[in-house]
């Protein structure tokens, strides 16, 4: 996890945690064990009917890959691209194959291995786009289920708070008024409940989780880019200059000259 996303997690925790213990002199008073399995089981049961049993049963992996999931390393793999194409260049694309155990992402050694097979170019650029395209759709199915249980929490909240609500009158039409301002807090936990999970879990692990798709997939787009270049035995200062328009301006000092980068 880096340092950000810690420093985040604890300072909201803490912020909130101290505004919460100043406003009472009796914290259990958000304690409802009853409201949370409320939202909690009303939110899993209805996840379960929304989207396939293997994704629900990643929540938890996922929830904790994204908080440890940084940038990734574009600038690395467009100097790897860089090297195996100059190396195609100069040396001819069968060259390429004592690379393929030192590579370690399966869509960049896959699609290199279709290469030095001399796949026909139409063909590999259509089998690439296709593996992007399946790619972002299936992790984006997993963004539209923390989406989703976001939406889904408040709801059950609500759900929570109508069920204190109701046992609420009960207890006035037997005339125990004593009841009513503690079952009525009661009630209210569940919506509390409700819309912290959606703001402070769900929403944002769907943020960071799309923003992190969307980083892998620019980086299939590159890999895609240079495969294409490498296969078409493009010049490498060509390859270097279309692949460093996918990584801000200031990362284009890390990226090899293109009259550079040896042998590996």
Same mark, same amino acid.
């Given at each position: 996890m880096n340092i950000a996303t810690i420093i985040g997690i604890l300072s909201g925790t803490i912020v909130?945690?101290?505004?919460?213990?100043?406003?009472?002199?009796?914290?259990?008073?958000?304690?409802?064990?009853?409201?949370?399995?409320?939202?909690?089981?009303?939110i899993a049961a209805a996840?379960?009917?929304?989207?396939?049993?293997?994704?629900?049963?990643?929540?938890?992996?996922?929830?904790?890959?994204?908080?440890?999931r940084e940038d990734l390393p574009i600038g690395d793999y467009i100097n790897e691209i860089i090297y195996l194409s100059r190396k195609a260049y100069t040396k001819g694309e069968l060259k390429l194959e004592n690379e393929l155990d030192t590579i370690e992402n399966e869509f960049l050694k896959n699609g290199l291995r279709m290469v030095i097979d001399n796949m026909p170019i139409e063909m590999l650029a259509e089998t690439l786009q296709t593996r992007i395209n399946n790619t972002y759709e299936e992790e984006l199915a997993k963004v539209g289920m923390f989406k989703t249980m976001a939406k889904l929490a408040p709801s059950f909240g609500m759900v929570g708070t109508l069920v204190g609500l109701i046992v609420m009158l009960q207890s006035m039409g037997a005339?125990?008024?004593?009841?009513?301002?503690?079952?009525?807090? /009661?009630?209210?936990?569940?919506?509390?409940? +409700?819309? @912290?999970?959606?703001?402070?879990?769900?929403? $944002?692990?769907? =943020?960071?989780?799309?923003?992190?798709?969307?980083?892998?997939? /620019?980086?299939?787009?590159?890999?895609?880019? +240079?495969? @294409?270049?490498?296969?078409?035995?493009?010049? $490498?200062?060509? =390859?270097?200059?279309?692949?460093?328009?996918?990584?801000?301006?200031?990362?284009?000092?890390?990226?090899?000259?293109?009259?550079?980068?040896?042998?590996?």
């Open positions: 909130l945690l101290y505004t919460t213990y100043s406003t009472t002199d009796n914290i259990a008073v958000f304690l409802n064990f009853e409201g949370i399995a409320i939202v909690v089981g009303g996840t379960f009917i929304c989207y396939p049993l293997k994704y629900v049963l990643q929540v938890v992996q996922l929830f904790l890959a994204t908080l440890k005339g125990d008024v004593a009841k009513l301002g503690p079952a009525m807090a /009661v009630a209210l936990t569940t919506t509390l409940y +409700g819309v @912290l999970l959606a703001n402070l879990l769900f929403y $944002p692990i769907a =943020v960071k989780l799309e923003n992190t798709i969307n980083q892998r997939i /620019v980086l299939m787009k590159v890999i895609m880019d +240079g495969l @294409l270049m490498t296969h078409a035995k493009v010049s $490498p200062f060509i =390859v270097r200059e279309k692949l460093k328009a996918y990584i801000p301006q200031q990362k284009w000092a890390s990226i090899i000259p293109h009259d550079h980068g040896g042998e590996k």
